[in-house]
């Protein structure tokens, strides 16, 4: 994580992206407990993908604050360069 830019969240963001953590976790360690148990593949399957959607779900939360903080704030200094960034950003998402 060399060059990282740091960016302060207050109690509430960091709450809320902590406990969308905490659930994947959860999520996680069922699907680790469903193999041990050989429970068949579809149930597993469909556990995978709720892990996806809630991962999905965080990435969004993270990027909407990102855009109305970071970016945001930027924008208003007068460096539009960040807008190459969030292009980047975006390439960097799609695949």
Known sequence: MENCKI??????EKRQMNNRL???EGQLKGIQQMIEKDVYCDDILIQISAVEHSIKSLGRFVLKNHLKTCIKEELLRGNDAI???VIALFGRLES
């Open 7 to 12: 960016k302060h969240r207050d109690v509430n």
């Open 22 to 24: 905490n659930r994947i």
């Open 83 to 85: 807008i190459e960034e």
